[in-house]
């Protein structure tokens, strides 16, 4: 009866043991799910700026593309008004011109009318 008492008590003693390492793996898992919540925050906090720097930097490329667009549209305003001054300015000299030469004509044709 004495082996079989101590059979007993070994297999009591390693149901215990069995019960503790269980209750200690089972502390262990919350401990390592507590840590891992922690983790996954932390990651959606860091994604979180990252997509509002990433936002913040989209909303700067589009607003200074609308500004580069802008500029453009009025860089070939300012090109056309340019171009139309040029014409402006070489219409006068031509007008100046025709105007010289039409008094040459107009002179000539009063001294050529008052010498006859």
């Known amino acids: ?19 503790a390492a269980q ?17 996954v925050h932390s990651l ?6 990252e997509l509002g720097g990433l936002s913040d930097d989209l909303r700067q490329a589009i607003a200074k593309t609308d500004d580069l667009a802008a500029s453009r549209g009025r860089s ?3 090109r056309l008004f340019h171009r139309l001054g040029w014409l402006t300015e070489a219409s006068a000299r031509g007008e100046r011109r025709l105007n010289a030469i039409a008094a040459v004509v107009g002179f000539t044709s009063l001294l050529v009318l008052f010498r006859c």
């Open 23 to 39: 209750h200690g793996a089972f502390e262990q898992l919350v401990e390592d799910i507590a840590a891992l919540r922690v983790a």
């Open 76 to 78: 070939g305003e300012e």
């Open 44 to 49: 959606e906090d860091r994604v979180e700026l």
């Open 1 to 19: 009866m004495g082996s079989t008492w101590d059979a007993l008590r070994r297999a009591a003693k390693k149901r215990s043991e069995s019960a």
